[in-house]
């Protein structure tokens, strides 16, 4: 699978969001790793969560998952209040 270029964001087709899809289950990832906006900058994990319920999950509950998946040094997770 195509994965996306070092900057910018992820597609949900992403190599390494299957790999966090296949770690957790099929249910996890639709129910708390579908509904956010990930991007990837600088080593940045740059996730816009789309409720407090789903960045806490994202943050607490899968953070190292997604870290290790993207091989990432910091992970940003952030509610996305404009939808």
Not at 56 to 83: I, T
């Amino acid at each position: 699978m195509k994965q996306s270029t070092a900057t910018g964001s992820v597609k949900a087709n992403d190599s390494r969001l299957t790999a966090v899809q296949s770690r957790i289950g099929s249910f996890l990832y639709a129910t708390w790793i579908m509904p956010l906006k990930v991007r990837f900058e600088d080593d940045k994990l740059i996730i816009a969560a789309p409720s407090a319920m789903h960045a806490d999950a994202a943050r607490n509950r899968f953070g190292n998952q997604l870290k290790d998946a993207f091989k990432a040094l910091e992970l940003r997770v952030y509610v996305d209040r404009s939808e």
